[in-house]
């Protein structure tokens, strides 16, 4: 994966609450075993009419947004646990996710498929849909080794938590496995220095 150090994007914003996974990913697209494809789908029934043509009222098909940087408004990914919605996003090309709350096992998810969640309080969230309503060239910088967010129209940063862990998988590039590998000189030396009890 690329490595996540700083990220500067314009942004698409969706400045509405609770939004579940089913809403991110409808389940009739849960079929495939594999990521390919997901960002087709995401959004799939806002996005889309019944015959399959693009409604010109919702915000990714509008060409004033774009960017790798989705804001959407408080408890983004809440209802079922699917991965599908991680993969939706990405498979899309956002790299960050920002919002006020997000739910627990989202979070999770999308950490696992290299979208950054990225959560402000309310008040700097509110400022950001106001910027971006006001320009939609409003960009925001995300810069994971100082764990900050700004918003560029403003100037107004905001600090963020991460995982440790996660943490320096994205700054290296690296999923759960390919840290491991990273670490395998270290682990086969405590292997063969080890003293098993049987």
């Known amino acids: 994966m690329d490595k996540f150090v700083t990220l500067t994007s314009t942004v698409v914003p969706l400045p509405i609450e609770n939004v579940d996974t ?13 990521k390919q494809g997901f960002g087709d789908h995401l959004f799939a029934d806002w996005r889309y009419d019944a015959a399959g043509q693009p409604k010109q009222d919702f915000v990714l098909n509008n060409p004033a947004y774009r960017g790798s940087i989705l804001v959407a408004g408080k408890n983004f990914g809440s209802g079922s646990s699917r991965e599908h919605a991680a993969w939706a996003l990405a498979g899309y090309g956002f790299r960050v996710v920002v919002s006020s709350f997000f739910a627990d096992i989202f979070k999770n998810n999308a950490m696992n498929n290299f979208v950054l969640p990225v959560v402000v309080s309310e008040e700097f969230l509110r400022e950001v849909f106001r910027s971006v309503e006001d320009d939609p060239d409003t960009t925001l910088t995300v810069d994971l080794q100082a764990q900050t967010i700004t918003n560029n129209a403003t100037g107004r940063s905001e600090r963020f938590a991460i995982n440790g862990y996660k943490k320096e998988c994205f700054l290296q590039g690296l999923d759960d496995i390919d840290y491991l590998l990273s670490h395998q000189e270290r682990i086969e030396e405590y292997e063969q220095r080890a003293t098993l009890p049987y």
């Open 22 to 34: 089913d809403q991110i990913i409808p389940a009739r697209f849960l079929k495939a075993t594999d």
